[in-house]
Nanobody, 115 residues
Framework: VRLMESGGGLVQPGGSLTLSCEAS????????MMWVRQAPGKELEWVST???????SSKGSVAGRFTISRDNAKNTLYLQLDSLRTDDMAMYYC??????????RGQGTQVTVSS
């Protein structure tokens, strides 16, 4: 299993980012996928899951602001982050499966929200 996140960066409050996760080494289209995040000094937390069926579920505090999606033809998972807040600042990871905490995750991509 190989998961490679990208797309993080520095953004002002209220801004947007699109995170990507390129997956390889397994049958991406048949697997549920999730995004998790970890802020400095805090525990890992679940953000959003997309099932192989396309059904999605998100943490309450990001629902309506973050959108998880997938492109099975490209073996890529996405997370659209809109209306970013300072408390969204964290390292974001993609992971295979739907069980939290995930057994495996990528190296992460940093999202910094600051004015």
């Amino acid at each position: 299993v190989r998961l490679m996140e990208s797309g993080g960066g520095l953004v002002q409050p209220g801004g947007s980012l699109t995170l990507s996760c390129e997956a390889s080494g397994f049958d991406f289209s048949s697997n549920n996928m999730m995004w998790v995040r970890q802020a400095p000094g805090k525990e890992l937390e679940w953000v959003s899951t997309i099932y192989s069926t396309g059904y999605t579920s998100s943490k309450g505090s990001v629902a309506g602001r973050f959108t998880i999606s997938r492109d099975n033809a490209k073996n890529t998972l996405y997370l659209q982050l809109d209306s970013l807040r300072t408390d969204d600042m964290a390292m974001y990871y993609c992971a295979k499966g739907e069980t939290f905490p995930p057994a495996e995750r990528g190296q992460g991509t940093q999202v910094t929200v600051s004015s």
